[in-house]
């Protein structure tokens, strides 16, 4: 097997097929990025799978995965005033979280360079929303570069670092989510390791670093005066590419993913139009756009997502007195889901009806989509369906972020509003106001609860709310790839003193608190109950490890032995409890109405046993077997 | 060469990712241009996921509806449903022919997909289909099941055993390694 992390470190120029993910990492190493720090969240992940790869004692970097991305980016900024080379990267809505130091970044001299790799999600495909985050650019004077492949994630990111240290100013690298996932070759240069300086160059005379009086307006006056060299400087830029069709009336201006559609697509055009890519989409090279504007009598502005750059290109337009057509967004249809080669070649059909020829028949799948479901042998589920005897229907219970969110989909319906990271308890502190009448039971990860949870914790006990939180405890960060948190025990460096989640609610004030195994169901439901009938704030802590990360430990292990349940079809009263309540997705249903028990997905873990009225479910067999990873 | 467009989907947890990179491995080992993108869902098993590999283009790897010459699946329901989206006419479905029931059927509110149901969907498309089904001794092994059957059909133009073998080597540690070849040799 190839080691990801000998590779990351390889010295000579090579070539790799590679995750656009991992060559930023590649990047980094390349670049002496020195210090990089993150908070897991699809698409980005992998970057620090690759980061953590190379063994600790030879990584050229310090990487740690911090409690959120708002902690992420203010270790990469005061590495930065140290003078270090910084990367923060995060998920799309990760800014949020981030937003308050990071809008302060660019006001700062940031000595070492600092780059923000950003993960958009159009299309969310494993976020609460397809924000763009482009927006945050102009609020906060910083530039951005988009690359569109795994091959520029490289090639950006190096231009990004060199950007952000020669002006000492953050910059964004926006990455989207098929970008980070994207597969192809990708040449590397070589790269010569140098120790890591161990001179903390802070310096406050390099300042003002204190944006308070008159001094956050001076320093706003030369983020925008960099911004506008960077405007100058990159206008030229070889980021940006110009490719000529054979039409030269007309033009698309368009960045990352959505230009690699347009030239897919236009592979079918007889006539092509000419394409402007940006490579740094803020600030707009406007020398450039105005030249392709005044070159074309009508130009498409095709961009996924948001009308960013629409109307800068139409503010140039008018302030110039270009009369180039402009045609950017033509309906709501155009502001959502990802620009794939299928969506592009319908975009543009709105705009140009005849330019790609429709020589394709509609496809469409006669079934559902099949959403994601919680593990066979979750512990949620057992803690779901525990949770659920005892509350009554018209109690409310509120959702947080994790792979628990999945108890809102059918059989079990727990979990009926959500936000965001931690932001439960507040939400169900809202709904328990002039409410005697329906319940209020919240859920909230461990990892969550470290990351964004503790505030409102803090507010229930500070303001004494009445509500029931359930923390859904399973030692890692487990919907994004089980990385370590504060409370499992380890981080990315190693082993590290864990947080007991019990402790911190005892410091807080919380004055009650209960805990229990979620595959003890019954014991799981008694205290929910009680902990629901306690006026006041109460807590209960429902744990069990996840499931998914043991079994591959398990696989992993010598002499693992296959375990698996079976359904006694004698003693079964095809009362369906396993199958439709329990919900275990092991449990198949064949048209007589029989339960099996599939055992390419049963881990044998045994907690549906205790679920079944007709006691017909029990361990069959242990199969050798195991090995793979 | 021409271009050489490949869907792939199955149920998360089913290793649609080896499946994925040992094509894109094996394809750049026959000297082809190859690109394309997992469609990474979250860590839970048990969502449809997919995948997209493109040969003999680099413009973008994502896969248009109705074009892929070779769809592969490693779950009967998923096979259905990335036929009917992505399937060329004229193309092949290599599927692997086992059911992870999705929630419906297991509520029974949907009937379960047959192996008809799927050949029914393929005849309509003019899609060519290899259902396999074979004794693993591993039910991991689905992935590579499927890829000896796509090596040894010769269903991907240009990549021949020994690509995928050297693509395998790449990706696997030792001990998976052997007994995943074994399966690959037939
Ligand atoms: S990854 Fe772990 S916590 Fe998440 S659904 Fe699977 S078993 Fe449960
Ligand atoms: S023993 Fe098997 S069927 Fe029962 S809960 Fe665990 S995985 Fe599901």
Same mark, same amino acid.
């Given at each position: 097997m190839k080691s990801l992390g000998d590779m990351l470190l390889n010295t000579g120029p090579f070539s790799e097929i590679v995750l656009g993910n991992t060559a930023l990492a590649r990047a980094m190493i390349e670049s002496g990025t020195e210090v990089i720090a993150s908070y897991p969240g699809s698409p980005t992940p992998e970057i620090g799978a690759a980061l953590m790869s190379v063994p600790k004692e030879r990584r050229p970097y310090y990487f740690e995965f911090s409690t959120n991305e708002k902690v992420a980016t203010e270790v990469a900024c005061g590495a930065s005033l140290n003078g270090r080379p910084s990367c923060v990267f995060f998920k799309s809505v990760g800014l949020n979280v981030a937003a308050d130091s990071f809008v302060q970044l660019s006001l700062l001299e940031l000595n070492g360079g600092l780059v923000a790799i950003l993960g958009d999600d159009p299309g969310a495909n494993s976020s609460q929303n397809e924000q763009d985050n482009r927006h945050i650019a102009r609020l906060a004077y910083i530039p951005v570069l988009e690359p569109a492949s795994p091959a520029e994630a490289y090639t950006f990111y190096?231009? %990004?670092?060199?950007?952000?240290?020669?002006?000492?100013?953050?910059?964004?690298?926006?990455?989207?989510?098929?970008?980070?996932?994207?597969?192809?070759?990708?040449?590397? %240069?070589?790269?010569?390791?140098?120790?890591?300086?161990?001179?903390?160059?802070?310096? =406050? =005379? %390099?300042?003002? =670093?204190?944006?308070?009086t008159t001094r956050a307006l001076d320093m706003k006056r030369r983020a925008i005066a960099r911004l506008a060299e960077v405007a100058q400087e990159t206008d030229g830029s070889p980021l940006h590419e110009l490719r000529e069709g054979n039409d030269p009336s007309k033009g698309v201006i368009t960045a990352g993913l959505p230009f690699r559609s347009l030239v897919d697509v236009l592979e079918d055009a007889a006539e092509k139009p000419d394409i402007l890519k940006l490579g740094v989409v803020h600030p707009l090279p406007k020398g450039l756009v105005a030249d392709f504007l005044r070159s074309h009598a009508s130009v498409k502005v095709l961009e996924e997502l948001d009308d960013v750059l629409e109307r800068e290109i139409k503010a140039l337009a008018f302030d110039l007195g270009i009369r180039t057509v402009i045609v950017g967004k033509t309906d709501p249809e155009d502001w959502i889901g990802e620009y794939t080669p299928d969506k592009v070649a319908e975009v543009l059909a709105k705009t140009w009806p005849s330019l790609v020829p429709r020589k394709r028949a509609e496809r469409a799948a006669t079934l559902a989509p099949r959403p994601p479901q919680m593990c066979p042998g979750c512990g949620h589920r057992s803690a779901f369906h525990a949770i659920k005897q005892t509350l009554a229907k018209e109690d409310i219970t509120v959702a947080d972020i994790g792979c628990h969110t999945l108890g809102f989909l059918p059989p079990y319906k727990m979990g009926e509003v959500l936000l965001s990271m931690g932001h439960s308890t507040g939400t169900a502190a809202g709904l328990s106001l002039f409410n005697t009448t329906r319940k209020v039971v919240a859920f909230l990860g461990d990892s969550t609860f470290f990351h964004a949870g503790l505030p409102g914790i803090v507010n229930a006990v500070f303001n004494n709310h009445n509500l029931t939180l359930i923390l859904m405890e399973n030692g890692t960060t487990a919907m994004t790839g089980h990385q370590d948190h504060a409370g499992s025990g380890g981080n990315a460096n190693g082993p590290a003193d864990a947080i007991p989640v019990r402790a911190v609610l005892e410091g807080l004030g919380v004055k009650s608190i209960r805990e229990a195994d979620t595959y003890s169901q019954a014991k799981l439901t008694a205290m929910v109950k009680e902990a629901v009938a306690e006026e006041g704030f109460s807590v209960v802590i429902a744990r069990h490890p996840c499931m998914l990360k043991y079994t591959r430990e398990q696989q992993r292990t010598p002499g693992y032995v296959r375990k698996s349940v079976?359904?006694? /079809?004698?003693?079964? $009263?095809?009362?369906?409890?396993?199958?439709?309540?329990?919900?275990?997705?092991?449990?198949?249903? $064949?048209?007589?109405?029989?339960? !099996?028990?599939?055992?390419?997905?049963?881990?044998?873990?045994?907690?549906?046993?205790?679920?079944?009225? %007709?006691?017909?479910?029990?361990?069959?067999?242990? /199969?050798?077997?195991?090995?793979?990873? | 060469m021409s271009r050489f467009d490949i869907y792939m989907s199955g149920v998360g947890g089913q290793g649609i990712g080896l499946l994925s990179e040992a094509i894109i491995r094996a394809a750049d080992y026959a000297g082809l241009a190859v690109c394309g993108v997992d469609t990474h869902g979250l860590a839970q098993r048990g969502g449809m996921v997919e995948s997209f590999v493109r040969i003999g283009t680099l413009t973008t790897p994502l896969v248009r509806k109705g074009s892929a010459k070779l769809v592969l699946a490693l779950e009967r329901t998923e096979a259905l449903r990335a036929v009917e989206l992505f399937a060329a006419p004229g193309g092949t479905l290599l599927y692997y022919d086992?059911?992870? /029931?999705?929630? =419906? !059927?297991r509520l029974g509110t949907e009937k379960e997909t047959s192996a008809e149901d799927v050949a029914a969907a393929c005849a309509r498309l003019d899609v060519r289909v290899i259902p396999v089904r074979t004794e693993l001794p591993d039910v991991r092994m689905q992935n590579v099941a499927l890829l000896a059957v796509a090596a040894k059909e010769k269903l991907i133009p240009g990549v021949g055993v020994e690509h995928y073998e050297k693509a395998l080597a790449d990706l696997l540690p030792e001990r998976a390694l052997q007994g995943n070849l074994k399966v690959l040799k037939g």
């Open positions: 190096l231009e %990004a670092m060199k950007l952000s240290r020669k002006r000492k100013m953050p910059v964004i690298l926006r990455m989207t989510t098929h970008v980070c996932h994207g597969k192809e070759k990708v040449s590397f %240069a070589g790269w010569t390791p140098r120790p890591i300086g161990s001179v903390p160059a802070f310096d =406050s =005379s %390099a300042g003002p =670093s204190i944006p308070l079976n359904i006694d /079809q004698e003693k079964c $009263d095809k009362l369906h409890v396993c199958v439709e309540s329990f919900g275990c997705p092991s449990f198949q249903r $064949d048209e007589e109405g029989r339960v !099996v028990v599939s055992e390419e997905l049963c881990i044998g873990d045994g907690s549906c046993i205790q679920t079944c009225p %007709a006691k017909a479910i029990g361990v069959k067999k242990v /199969q050798e077997g195991g090995g793979k990873a | 086992t059911c992870w /029931q999705p929630l =419906s !059927v």
